[in-house]
């Protein structure tokens, strides 16, 4: 059974920093490229960021020089590193993996900045 877990979302200030985790069962992670998405109330799912299984990354301008993906085969876990946050940035945040055969999604969690 596949499934894919997010983690460490929560309420921050603006300006401050969250890390999200997205761990991974019953995949081969290392053969999958891994996503972040998100989606604010009443708007459209859009990509934050990715990460290819050979480690290449590009994300979205809105967030280019504030978040991070990265990504740790050995725990099979993609993460997300937030810095700078604006309320923009308020919004379910679920994780992806894809290859050219499948595609799977998390539950997503919760990201809430403001003051």
């Known amino acids: 059974q596949v499934q894919l877990v997010e983690s460490g979302g929560g309420l921050v200030q603006p300006g401050g920093s969250l890390r999200l985790s997205c761990a991974t069962t019953g995949i081969i992670f290392s053969r999958y490229d891994m996503a972040w998405y998100r989606q604010a109330p009443g708007k459209e799912r859009e990509l934050v960021g990715r990460?290819?299984?050979?480690?290449?990354?590009d994300y979205a301008d809105s967030v280019k020089g504030r978040f991070t993906i990265s990504r740790d085969n050995a725990k099979n876990t993609v993460y997300l590193q937030m810095n700078s946050l604006k309320p923009e940035d308020t919004a379910v945040y679920y994780c992806n993996a894809n290859n050219e055969f499948w595609d799977y999604w998390g539950q997503g969690t919760q990201v809430t900045v403001s003051s």
């Open positions: 990460i290819t299984r050979g480690r290449s990354t």
